[in-house]
């Protein structure tokens, strides 16, 4: 048995959520359709020997297992135009309004665009998407004892992890045979625990009619010191199942981090922050975006622990932060308005962000800007299509994606 890998993190989460907490205290209609992006070519040759793509996460990568268990909550809209908007087949279950940096990946790949496990008619020769929008990394009974809804979907990564075993299972026939497809697999580990952190946030969301109070203050202040508590167990728990999968045969890994939050329109409107000194040079806020780091610190812990454990696999971590902060540092030159770098492409049509967590995108009343592809956000949470396509070509072509997990000059018929 491979040592177990550890965040043992309790002393140090307790330091930290002291430090947000001061931080806190311190600062108290349907799209224009955009251009299709290149089908992958049958002919393109197997790339660095990846035969197929085995993702676990959330809404991020979800391409469509959320809207196949009945899509709920504020997401509902998600199965509909305008979401999808730029894509032929219309609506896919992608947080949208096209494809995401799984679908990007899986091009650049040579690859089929990856189905949902949830889309039994499919063919999953090579590979299963096992996201689903609003899952969580931990449990959603681990979350309600700590008096924390999951609204969205009980399919935390447990569940996506027994989905993997049950497709496995009715494919193989032997765990040799399992090794043997993972070896020229590639295993995507998230990004998933996001969702947790953001229940966190909102089982504490400031009240409306007491906007303003101190009471309001405290609240804000209580999300941030639970958000800050679940992160040893989040970490822990996307570390346990990439571990699992390891031992199981996985030999090319990524895992990827957590977004820089501050920089995300919905944290940003539901702050609504008045002091400059709050925000960084981007327009983020300077205290989630400390939160989100805090996170990716503990997970790269922890990913050193995966290497010296497994040293013949690849485990890569994504660093979606970087990558995140690089695209708004230089959104006018990457082709977006640097204007609207941090407002919501679709939403209410009011406000500095163009959110209403009340009413997302595609509820009665919302809006579409004109030109989705100069905007990062599309709906406030979730990215456009040409962001998601920027981020992806950091992360796997500019190096953000550390050690490499896939050389992408090695192709062969």
């Given at each position: 048995?491979?040592?177990?890998?550890?965040?043992?993190?309790?002393?140090?989460?307790?330091?930290?959520?002291?430090?947000v907490?001061?931080?806190?205290?311190?600062?108290?209609?349907?799209a224009?359709?955009?251009?299709?992006?290149p089908?992958?070519?049958?002919n393109?040759?197997?790339?660095?020997?990846?035969?197929?793509?085995?993702?676990?996460?959330?809404?991020?990568?979800?391409?469509?297992n959320?809207?196949r268990?009945?899509?709920?909550?504020?997401?509902?809209?998600?199965g509909?135009?305008?979401?999808?908007?730029a894509?032929?087949?219309?609506?896919?279950?992608?947080?949208?309004?096209g494809y995401?940096?799984?679908d990007?990946?899986?091009k650049?790949?040579?690859l089929?665009?990856?189905?949902?496990?949830?889309?039994?008619g499919?063919d999953?020769?090579?590979?299963?998407?096992?996201?689903?929008?609003?899952?969580t990394?931990?449990?959603?009974?681990a979350?309600?004892r700590?008096?924390i809804?999951?609204?969205?979907?009980?399919?935390?990564?447990?569940?996506?992890?027994?989905?993997?075993?049950?497709?496995?299972?009715?494919?193989?026939?032997s765990?040799?045979e399992?090794?043997?497809?993972l070896?020229s697999?590639?295993?995507?580990?998230?990004?998933?625990?996001?969702?947790?952190?953001?229940?966190?946030f909102?089982?504490?969301?400031?009240?409306?009619?007491?906007e303003?109070?101190?009471?309001?203050?405290?609240?804000?202040?209580v999300g941030?010191?639970?958000?800050?508590a679940?992160?040893?167990?989040?970490?822990?728990?996307v570390?346990?199942?990439a571990?699992?999968?390891?031992?199981?045969?996985?030999?090319?890994?990524?895992?990827?981090?957590n977004?820089?939050?501050?920089?995300?329109?919905?944290?940003?409107?539901?702050?609504d922050e008045?002091?400059?000194?709050?925000?960084?040079?981007?327009?983020?806020?300077?205290g989630l975006?400390?939160?989100?780091?805090?996170?990716?610190?503990?997970?790269?812990?922890g990913?050193?622990?995966?290497?010296?454990?497994?040293?013949d696999?690849?485990?890569s971590?994504?660093?979606?932060?970087?990558?995140?902060v690089?695209?708004?540092?230089?959104?006018?030159?990457?082709?977006?308005?640097s204007a609207?770098?941090t407002?919501?492409?679709c939403?209410?049509?009011?406000g500095?962000y163009?959110?209403?967590m009340?009413?997302?995108?595609?509820?009665?009343?919302?809006?579409?800007c004109?030109?989705?592809?100069?905007y990062v956000?599309?709906?406030g949470?979730?990215?456009?299509q040409?962001?998601?396509?920027?981020?992806?070509?950091?992360l796997?072509?500019?190096?953000?994606?550390?050690?490499?997990?896939v050389n992408?000059?090695?192709?062969?018929?």
């Amino acid at each position: 048995m491979r040592p177990r890998v550890t965040a043992n993190m309790a002393n140090t989460a307790t330091i930290i959520a002291c430090i947000v907490v001061a931080l806190y205290l311190v600062s108290p209609c349907q799209a224009r359709p955009l251009p299709q992006p290149p089908a992958p070519s049958p002919n393109q040759g197997i790339v660095d020997g990846i035969t197929a793509i085995f993702n676990f996460g959330d809404s991020i990568s979800d391409t469509g297992n959320f809207i196949r268990e009945g899509a709920v909550g504020m997401m509902r809209h998600t199965g509909v135009l305008p979401y999808g908007s730029a894509i032929a087949d219309g609506a896919t279950g992608r947080c949208s309004d096209g494809y995401l940096m799984i679908d990007n990946l899986a091009k650049d790949l040579g690859l089929p665009l990856l189905k949902p496990y949830l889309d039994k008619g499919a063919d999953f020769t090579h590979g299963v998407n096992f996201a689903v929008t609003g899952s969580t990394a931990l449990t959603t009974a681990a979350l309600a004892r700590r008096g924390i809804t999951v609204p969205h979907t009980n399919s935390s990564l447990d569940v996506q992890l027994k989905w993997f075993k049950d497709f496995m299972a009715a494919t193989t026939k032997s765990p040799q045979e399992i090794r043997d497809k993972l070896g020229s697999s590639l295993v995507l580990m998230g990004e998933i625990g996001g969702n947790d952190y953001n229940y966190a946030f909102v089982t504490n969301k400031p009240a409306a009619a007491a906007e303003g109070s101190i009471y309001n203050a405290i609240r804000t202040t209580v999300g941030a010191v639970e958000a800050m508590a679940l992160v040893p167990e989040v970490v822990q728990s996307v570390l346990d199942a990439a571990r699992e999968l390891l031992e199981m045969g996985a030999t090319r890994m990524v895992i990827p981090g957590n977004f820089p939050v501050g920089c995300v329109p919905s944290y940003l409107s539901a702050v609504d922050e008045k002091d400059p000194a709050a925000y960084d040079g981007n327009g983020c806020l300077i205290g989630l975006n400390f939160f989100a780091q805090m996170h990716n610190v503990a997970l790269q812990r922890g990913i050193r622990e995966l290497r010296g454990a497994y040293p013949d696999a690849t485990i890569s971590y994504a660093d979606y932060f970087s990558a995140y902060v690089r695209l708004l540092r230089d959104a006018g030159r990457m082709g977006f308005d640097s204007a609207a770098a941090t407002k919501a492409c679709c939403g209410v049509g009011r406000g500095a962000y163009n959110v209403d967590m009340d009413r997302m995108c595609g509820a009665p009343g919302t809006t579409v800007c004109a030109r989705p592809n100069e905007y990062v956000s599309w709906d406030g949470v979730h990215l456009t299509q040409h962001a998601y396509k920027v981020l992806s070509d950091l992360l796997y072509h500019g190096g953000l994606a550390s050690p490499a997990p896939v050389n992408f000059t090695e192709t062969r018929q």
